[in-house]
């Protein structure tokens, strides 16, 4: 079963596809003014120059923002680590954020609660790709916790079979990039606290 591609990947193909675009269109377009193929081959030539330079700056602007957003910790957390970690961000998100317990959480590891909603999240820390069983036990969750809804967020991705069992279902799936997003927004909200300085220490 194919998997959905991830965002780092999908920017790689659109490149080589704009690259293969710009080389070829160089050359005819120089050919057909100059008729010379050694002007077209340096133009086409100059053109992909010209993207694989926009790409490694567009790529090394994505590493500065996965290193700021701290992905690369949480790469290295094991799963209570990450369920804790999630607990932290959903509460800066403005939700009442519970960390079940390890063993025996009938399929939710946090239980979210905003404006009388209530969302089960199961937590999936893993380096490989999240398959079918964490959705279905995020939808085994929502009825025993009385739940309105069910999340599922991985560090990772999720195969296209788990996608389509989340669409069906009404699950919500939350992968590396939708999830870097969030920390930074939660790294923006933390900086912007310290400068104000209306940080709260804990007692």
């Known amino acids: 079963m194919a998997r959905r591609k ?7 193909e659109l490149f080589q596809g704009l690259a293969g675009m710009v080389m070829l ?22 053109g992909v ?9 567009i790529q090394r602007k994505r590493a500065e923002r996965l290193k700021k957003s701290g992905i690369g910790q949480i790469d290295k957390m094991d799963g209570v680590q990450f369920e804790q970690y999630l607990g932290h961000l959903f509460r800066s ?11 025996g959480d ?7 609660t905003k404006n009388g909603q209530r969302i089960v999240v199961q937590a999936k820390r893993y380096s490989k790709n999240v398959g079918l069983k964490a959705v279905q036990e995020a939808c085994g ?5 009385r739940a ?18 989340a669409k069906s279902n009404g699950v919500r799936l ?30």
């Open 141 to 145: 969750a929502v009825a025993h916790y």
């Open 106 to 112: 009938y399929g939710a590891d946090l239980v979210l």
């Open 25 to 46: 269109g160089g050359i005819a377009g120089t050919y057909s003014l100059t008729s010379s193929w050694e002007a077209s081959l340096v133009i086409g030539f100059l």
């Open 148 to 165: 309105s809804s069910a999340w599922v967020v991985t560090n990772s991705n999720y195969t296209q079979q788990a996608y389509q069992l």
């Open 93 to 103: 998100q403005g939700y009442k954020a519970e960390v079940t317990q390890a063993s």
């Open 6 to 12: 991830s965002k780092a990947k999908q920017e790689e």
């Open 49 to 57: 120059i010209g993207v694989i330079v926009l790409m490694i700056s």
């Open 174 to 203: 939350i992968a590396r990039d939708e999830l870097v997003e969030m920390l930074l927004v939660m790294k923006e909200k933390l900086s912007a606290s310290k400068k104000t300085g209306n940080i709260k220490t804990s007692a």
